[in-house]
């Protein structure tokens, strides 16, 4: 079988993007990447237009100059068309829709009172397996594209194997006895619960492991992690991305009613949220509306969250293992035979990368995210352009600013933090950061103090560039594979998985929600 | 897309099973992690 097919598509994709790459480079799209907001990834936008486009002009016209014969260069080079089409709508993803609804986003939160593209998870994510689903069901996948478009299941691997660099076991020490239990109680309870009812409504079981991952952890992102582990069809993915969004917004809108009803605290509220809310979006969401003028409530629900998407490791081999016994039927073969025979290599290869993320090798081990505190000597100087050593200690007009509005501030925390502050020209530790930033974010001082006291936060957390390079990279496995994921769902596929996902999610969700209110409501006391 | 498209792998993926596609997917991540580790 030949799979090359002759046509000027391939050239014609490598010659737009080289084109967008070089008008980036020029400064001719300065207008538009303003109007977006996209100028921090202007570099990101020339590498990968200039070799993506190289690749397609070479390829292409090697395609239309040779004829092609059967083979092994006719089978992998044939791909390259498929990976040119899915890369060109991911860019339009991710350098145009994406930042496009961020921005609408911001500008109608005033009206709206929530930012929608945020609560609507209306990123690359959602719009990436989307813009698939719509090119798929109007336009159809070109011929010359469809044997690279079955690349996006590795590259979805990729960037899951990836993802476990973003997480550290340090991380997971640091957090509060009190959120592990528990988050652990509420993770492993809900997927048991996902895996149970599934199995008794004869749900497939790459449905209810898709399903339970994405209920159980933290949504969208859990979601498509577990999915290849389940090898979950690609209509299965969008129908539990479906469940957990529109779950996700009825709690953001309901779960600070409730609260304030019930008159709970910030910090009940805060462990009700990051348990009980499925997304990380819609937790911060809730958290805000809980508490719009401070910051005590989302710290405690972030807390919760990161806990939640800590489980994730966990979560994914637990699923990789009951996968792959519910396949076989394990009660007739040995488990460990199957298991070495059938368990995905790929989740080892995210374990081995959580593992070598906490040794601390790409950011210091108690990073989340990249993200870390660090107020020694060496992170407190930086270069200025010539290289010279700047001092990133507040400066004694910095501390005039603070030592004149000092006043304002009543609570005994923050009045603490803030002299340790001012004594020592910078935080001291992550908890002065955080009691801080509610400072700010209540606007309790002046426009002048709060600004140093921003610059101060800002002077001692630090991203690790090397894991911000893995987000990057990781962003970019994950458009591929999901613009690629959505190509493959028709509307056929969708109507024939039924209802039965929303169903059990949307039961387990309730379960969740009401059962870590009553936790919460008996264990949680205000003064944690 | 229809199986009976391609004559190797599936309508899913290029690779003939899923250990090859996993296999793959570990070696192309331990790369990037190495050159990720060394150059940035």
């Known amino acids: 079988m030949v799979y090359t097919r002759r046509t000027v598509w391939p050239l014609v994709l490598g010659i737009i993007m080289v084109a967008y790459a070089y008008l980036v480079q020029a400064g001719m799209l300065e207008p538009v990447i303003k109007f977006l907001g996209t100028g921090r990834i202007t570099g990101e936008m020339q590498i990968l237009g200039y070799t993506f486009g190289a690749i397609g002009i070479v390829i292409g016209l090697l395609q239309l100059l040779v004829p092609p014969k059967e083979g092994q260069g006719d089978y992998y080079l044939s791909m390259v068309g498929g990976v040119l089409f899915i890369m060109m709508v991911a860019f339009i993803v991710k350098w145009g829709l994406d930042p496009l609804m961020a921005q609408w986003g911001r500008q109608a939160q005033p009206a709206l009172g929530f930012n929608f593209a945020s609560v609507m998870n209306l990123n690359y994510v959602v719009m990436g397996i989307l813009a698939g689903i719509i090119i798929v069901n109007v336009f159809k996948v070109p011929g010359w594209a469809e044997n690279g478009v079955r690349l996006s299941r590795l590259g979805l691997k990729t960037g899951v ?6 997480y550290s076991l340090a991380e997971l020490a640091q957090l509060g006895r009190l959120s592990v239990v528990l988050i652990g109680f509420f993770v492993l309870g809900s997927v048991g619960v996902v895996l149970w009812m599934g199995a008794r409504r004869n749900m497939p079981n790459s449905m209810t492991g898709v399903l339970a991952a994405g209920v159980g952890v933290c949504g969208v992102s859990a979601a498509v992690a577990s999915a290849p582990v389940v090898k979950a069809k690609s209509t299965e993915i969008a129908y539990t991305i479906g469940t957990i969004l529109l779950f996700g917004v009825l709690c953001m809108f309901l779960f600070p009613i409730i609260g304030k ?38 710290k405690v629900a972030e807390i919760f969250n990161i806990t939640r998407v800590l489980f994730l490791p966990i979560i994914v081999l637990w699923l990789a293992v009951w996968y792959v016994r519910r396949e076989v039927g394990a009660e007739k073969v040995d488990l460990v035979q199957v298991i070495v025979g059938k368990f995905p290599v790929f989740v080892l290869g995210f374990i081995l990368m959580f593992a070598l993320s906490s040794t601390g090798i790409f950011a210091p081990a108690q990073h989340y995210q990249g993200s870390y505190f660090d107020n020694s000597d060496k992170a407190m100087t930086t270069k200025d352009k010539d290289g010279k050593p700047v001092s990133k200690l507040l400066g004694d007009k910095d ?44 606007k309790i001082m002046g426009k002048a103090a709060n600004d140093v006291l921003t610059k101060a936060h800002r002077a001692v957390r630090h991203t690790a560039k090397k894991i911000a390079m893995f987000r990057d990279l990781i962003a970019w496995f994950f458009t591929f594979g999901l613009v690629g994921l959505g190509m493959q769902i028709t509307m056929a596929s969708i109507k024939q998985a039924g209802g039965q996902p929303l169903v059990v999610g949307s039961i387990v969700g309730v379960i969740k929600a009401v059962g870590s209110l009553i936790v919460v409501w008996l264990l949680v006391a205000e003064t944690i | 897309m229809a199986e009976d498209k ?11 099973t899923d250990r090859h596609e996993d296999f793959m997917a570990l070696v192309l991540s331990l790369v990037i992690a190495l050159l990720v580790y060394l150059f940035v």
């Open chain 2, 6 to 16: 391609f004559d190797r792998g599936s309508a899913l993926t290029v690779f003939k």
């Open chain 1, 399 to 442: 501390l005039a600013a603070l030592q004149a509005d000092a006043a304002k501030v009543q609570r005994q925390d923050q009045k603490a933090a803030l002299q340790r502050l001012i004594q020592n020209k910078k935080l001291m530790s992550i908890d002065d950061d955080d009691t801080l930033r509610g400072v700010v974010n209540a």
């Open chain 1, 261 to 298: 009803a019930m008159g709970m605290g910030f910090i009940q509220f805060g462990a009700w949220a990051g348990t009980g809310i499925l997304n990380s979006a819609q937790v911060a969401g809730a958290a805000l509306a809980f508490q719009p003028n401070g910051i005590e409530t989302l």
């Open chain 1, 161 to 166: 194997i990836l993802l476990g660099a973003l």
